[in-house]
């Protein structure tokens, strides 16, 4: 845990070092793939938990299916 914490302190270090455009472009092309990732993930979580609500849930009865 140390050494993750090592590296990351040395990854702040040098994109707080860049002038503002350079930092912008490194955080996008970081932030842009992860927001991308968490949504096709949070997508796939929503589907998997309304599937298995849907098939948990009694179908409703009408007068009309008797």
């Given at each position: 845990?140390?050494?993750?914490r090592?590296w990351?302190?040395?990854?702040?270090a040098?994109?707080?070092g860049?002038s503002?455009?350079p930092?912008?472009?490194v955080?996008?092309?970081?932030?842009?793939?992860?927001?991308i990732v968490?949504a096709i993930?949070?997508n796939?979580?929503?589907n998997?938990v309304?599937n298995?609500?849907?098939r948990?849930r009694?179908?409703?009865?009408t007068?009309?299916?008797?």
């Amino acid at each position: 845990m140390n050494g993750l914490r090592t590296w990351w302190d040395g990854v702040e270090a040098w994109l707080t070092g860049l002038s503002f455009l350079p930092q912008l472009l490194v955080s996008l092309a970081v932030v842009i793939p992860a927001a991308i990732v968490a949504a096709i993930v949070l997508n796939a979580l929503v589907n998997g938990v309304s599937n298995l609500v849907d098939r948990v849930r009694p179908t409703e009865r009408t007068s009309e299916d008797h």
